[in-house]
C-alpha cells in the first residue's frame, strides 16, 4: 500500500469543527483517484495533510513504509505535489531556474536535472518560456509550471490541487496523458476537482468527502460520451451533493441540469442517483448523440 492514512482528524487553529475527523484512506500502486466534494469539505486540507503541509491532531499518514511526520525525510522523498503554483516559485527566476532550484532540493543536479527539465517542459508544452521570468507568465502557464515541476520528480506519489484548473482544452489533455503515463509507470496520483472531464482519468474510483470524512465510491471509467441529456428537476441542487453525481456536467439553473452518460452505463443509472439527492426528474430532453 503506497499511501495509508488512519483516523485523521485535523483542525484550524482552536474552531471546534474538524476539518476532517477520522479519516481512512488506502491508495495502492499505479492508482488514480479524483477527490470530490463541495467548497470547504477539505479537499484542499487532505492533500495539505498527505503532503506534509499540516499535521494532523491525531492519527497517522503512511507514505511507503515510512511515517510522514515521524520520518518526514524519507516519507517526503516518495511524493511530490502541486498545490501553489502562484505563490511557490521565485518570481525572478525563469522557468528554467525554478525547476533547476527545486530539483536540487531533492538532490538532482546536472545532467539528470537538465533532462529531468526538458521533459517537464516538454510534457506541459513550455520549451519556448524555459527562459522567461516567472513573473511574466500567464495564469494558466504558470499551472502548467506547478505540475512541470511536480511531475519532473522521480517518485511514486503525485499530489495535486485542482490540476486543470485555469487551462484550456490542449493544456488540460496535456494534464491527463501525464496522469496515465505516470499511472502506466506503477505511480499514484490524487487530486481534487470540480471538473467532471476530470474523472475520466480514474482508475475506478473516487474520493468523495463529506462530513470530514472519506467515501470511496466506484466510478467507470469514461472513454466516451454516448448521450447527452438535458434533465428537468424539482428539488434542492445542493453544489455538495450533486458533485457527487458526476455525470452532472452542467448546472443550467435551478431547475435543469444537463447530464453525460458515459459508455457502460444507463440514463435510468443516473436518474437513481438523483433520486437519492432528493432530486426528482421531470423531463428528459434529447440533447443529442455524440
Same mark, same amino acid.
Given at each position: ?77 516518495? *511524493? ?5 503554483? @502562484? ?15 527545486? *530539483? ?14 526538458? #521533459?517537464?517542459? @516538454?510534457?506541459? +508544452? ?12 500567464? #495564469? ?19 499530489? #495535486?490541487?485542482?490540476? =486543470?484548473?485555469?487551462?484550456? =482544452?490542449?493544456? $488540460? ?13 506503477? $505511480? ?9 472531464? +476530470? ?6 474510483? %473516487?474520493?468523495? *468527502? ?9 466510478? @467507470? ?16 441542487? +445542493?453544489?455538495?451533493?450533486? %458533485?457527487?453525481?458526476?455525470? %452532472? ?40 448523440? @455524440?
Amino acid at each position: 500500500m503506497l499511501v495509508k492514512a488512519m483516523n485523521v482528524t485535523l483542525n484550524y487553529g482552536k474552531s471546534i469543527s474538524p476539518v476532517l475527523s477520522g479519516l481512512h484512506l488506502k491508495v495502492s500502486s499505479g492508482s488514480v483517484l479524483p477527490i470530490l466534494g463541495g467548497n470547504g469539505t477539505g479537499k484542499t486540507t487532505l492533500l495539505k495533510a498527505l503532503s506534509g503541509l499540516l499535521r494532523p491532531r491525531t492519527g497517522s499518514i503512511m507514505i511507503g513504509e515510512s511515517d510522514l511526520y515521524k520520518s518526514r525525510k524519507i516519507a517526503l522523498m516518495h *511524493l511530490s505535489s502541486s498545490l501553489y503554483s @502562484e505563490r511557490s516559485f521565485y518570481y525572478r527566476l525563469s522557468a528554467l531556474e525554478n525547476l533547476r532550484y527545486f *530539483l536540487s532540493l531533492r538532490g538532482i543536479y546536472g545532467i539528470k536535472a537538465s533532462e529531468a527539465i526538458n #521533459l517537464a517542459l @516538454e510534457r506541459f +508544452d513550455l520549451q519556448t518560456l524555459a527562459d522567461t521570468p516567472f513573473m511574466h507568465l500567464s #495564469l494558466g502557464q504558470r499551472k502548467k509550471l506547478g505540475l512541470a515541476r511536480a511531475f519532473a520528480a522521480p517518485v511514486g506519489l503525485y499530489i #495535486l490541487d485542482e490540476p =486543470t484548473a485555469n487551462l484550456d =482544452t490542449k493544456a $488540460c489533455d496535456l494534464v491527463y496523458r501525464a496522469i496515465a503515463e505516470a499511472s502506466a509507470n506503477g $505511480c499514484s496520483i490524487l487530486f481534487s476537482t470540480h471538473n467532471v472531464a +476530470d474523472l475520466a482519468t480514474s482508475t475506478g474510483d %473516487v474520493i468523495y *468527502l463529506k462530513g470530514g470524512a472519506a467515501m470511496r465510491v466506484p466510478l @467507470e471509467t469514461r472513454d466516451s460520451v454516448t448521450a447527452r441529456k438535458r434533465l428537468r428537476i424539482t428539488g434542492s441542487l +445542493d453544489p455538495e451533493l450533486i %458533485v457527487s453525481i458526476p455525470e %452532472v456536467s452542467t448546472v443550467i439553473s435551478p431547475s435543469e441540469v444537463e447530464v453525460d452518460i458515459p459508455v457502460g452505463k444507463s440514463l435510468g443509472s443516473v436518474l437513481l442517483a438523483l433520486e437519492r439527492i432528493g432530486i426528482e426528474v421531470n423531463e428528459v430532453i434529447d440533447g443529442g448523440d @455524440e
